[in-house]
């Protein structure tokens, strides 16, 4: 499925991992790597530091040569290495789509602030821009396997949501794994600042089976029996909380929220999960 992958590389523990885990994919299923490094080219600062500029660049060079040699010694796979200057998340997605990847594979920095989490600018940039599935790796080295042995589908009925469940369920045939299909009931009162009541309560639920319905329909004809789970709450957390009850898994969703509403930016749901989970996560592009 994925037979052309970039890795955003800079030498963190993170792109490490991220990494490792495209390069157990490519062991498995065959495929190439790319490391793409890039320095971020500030006009200012090198004018001060004029040195700082090929320093930079050697090092990234250093970087991905050793990072290869890893790649090479431990899963017996080659890898073509690229430096480019420029905004990270330009880079990425231009070489992505010069390259004809289908997937990108990048670390991120989950943190808190203005009373939410927050992924990395970076991540957030190349998961809007990209043409691509992106994988974004959330744990360091030592616990990567590159397999999975459970994936979680966040499903609202939309488009976008149908796509992941469609990459979802051949994920799941390829590796065996086993499939949990979410439907987060969304809170009435944030949809349309009413108050909840027991009629709207058993509306939304007949709603979520219809829905659910669907999508194990979905999964039956690509012959995969996903396990069903519907809950309430905030949609991220709950998708969270399911991941880390499962063994080694992986989260695969699409990039809007609720409704595939279409805008400029990520979906809150998508960035909130991205976030706030310690396993990897699979934002399947339509």
Known sequence: ???????????????????????HWVRRHGGKITLLHTVYFDEEEFSIAPDQRELRLSSGAKACTEAAGMARSEFGIETESIIREGEPHEILTAVAEEKGAD??????HGRKG??????GSVTSG???????????????????TGTYDSLVVPYDGSQFSRHALQKACRLSKMDKAKLTLLYVIPRYEEMIEFFNTD??????????????????????TMNVQPEVKIEKGQAAARVVDTASTLMNPLI???????RGVNKAVIGSTTERVIAGASCPVLVVKS
Not at 3 to 16: E, G, Q, T
Not at 199 to 220: F, W
Request: glycine share 4%.
């Open 126 to 144: 190349v998961i809007v821009r990209s043409k691509c599935d992106v994988l974004v790796v959330k744990r360091l080295c030592e616990e990567c």
């Open 199 to 220: 009629s709207i309560e058993k509306s939304l639920l007949k709603e979520a089976m219809v829905i659910v319905d669907g999508a194990v329909e979905i999964a039956s």
């Open 103 to 108: 997937l990108i594979a990048m670390g991120t």
């Open 114 to 119: 203005l009373k939410r989490l927050l992924m």
């Open 252 to 258: 695969v969703m699409s990039t809007y929220g609720w």
């Open 1 to 23: 499925m994925y037979k052309n992958i970039i890795v955003a590389y800079d030498n963190s523990d993170f792109s490490k991992a991220a990494l490792i885990e495209a390069s």
